[in-house]
Antibody, heavy 122, light 107 residues
Framework: QVQVEESGGGVVQPGRSLRLSCAGS????????IHWVRQAPGKGLEWVAI????????FYADAVKGRFTISRDNSRNSVYLEMTSLRREDTAIYYC???????????????WGQGTTVTVSS | AIQMTQSPSSLSASVGDRVTLTCRAS??????LGWYQQKPGKAPKLLIY???ILQSGVPSRFSGSGSGTDFTLTVSSLQPEDSATYYC?????????FGQGTKLEIK
């Protein structure tokens, strides 16, 4: 079935780095944009980043710009989120979500993973 | 960045009630607005996109309306399974932004 699945979360010290992965299956991965969204404990949803189907268009939230890097490897049906200079406020569940297909009229986050937890703590 | 403000922050209603949740954008976003439902411990789920288009499989008791800066999500006849937090998301311009959420509880 159509799904995305996150991995790579864990406990990391402030200032260190971590790489998250998002693997897609059941659809033509190379035709879809992918979003990352996070949720701090007890808080609301925060949009983090998006990468287009071909990796040429990338956008970030202001809170992570310059520290996080999104990339993709369509041969592995995977998107990555490289997180550097991590701060305590980056502690959250990180979700990846499927975005629009090529030339779609609307941007929707229609398929979500179950999330991977990142804890930034000394 | 565009700010999205939802009201109320929480709401309690009875089964069968009609409830309306509101989302306001800090600037015009055309029709580029979606609604997402999240239950405790679960991933969000897409309900509505482009203000009023119901995602496949979503019950028809959910509907959306609005344009420009003011938008609403209406549940025509509340069911026990509708207990959740609801978020609006603007996809008009980057960075995309969510509202802070409305927690809907069933009395």
């Amino acid at each position: 079935q159509v799904q995305v699945e996150e991995s790579g979360g864990g406990v990391v010290q402030p200032g260190r780095s971590l790489r998250l992965s998002c693997a897609g299956s059941g659809f033509i991965f190379s035709s879809y944009s992918i979003h990352w969204v996070r949720q701090a404990p007890g808080k609301g949803l925060e949009w983090v980043a998006i990468i287009s189907y071909d990796g040429r268009k990338i956008f970030y939230a202001d809170a992570v710009k310059g520290r996080f890097t999104i990339s993709r490897d369509n041969s592995r049906n995977s998107v990555y989120l490289e997180m550097t200079s991590l701060r305590r406020e980056d502690t959250a569940i990180y979700y990846c979500a499927r975005g629009p297909v090529i030339r779609a009229k609307y941007d929707v986050l229609d398929i979500w993973g179950q999330g991977t937890t990142v804890t930034v703590s000394s | 960045a565009i700010q999205m403000t939802q009201s109320p922050s929480s709401l309690s209603a009875s089964v069968g009630d009609r409830v309306t949740l509101t989302c306001r954008a800090s600037q015009g976003i055309g029709n580029d607005l979606g609604w997402y439902q999240q239950k405790p411990g679960k991933a969000p789920k897409l309900l509505i996109y482009s203000v009023s288009i119901l995602q496949s499989g979503v019950p028809s008791r959910f509907s959306g309306s609005g344009s420009g800066t003011d938008f609403t999500l209406t549940v025509s006849s509340l069911q026990p399974e509708d207990s959740a937090t609801y978020y609006c998301l603007q996809d008009y311009s980057y960075p995309y932004t969510f509202g802070q959420g409305t927690k809907l509880e069933i009395k």
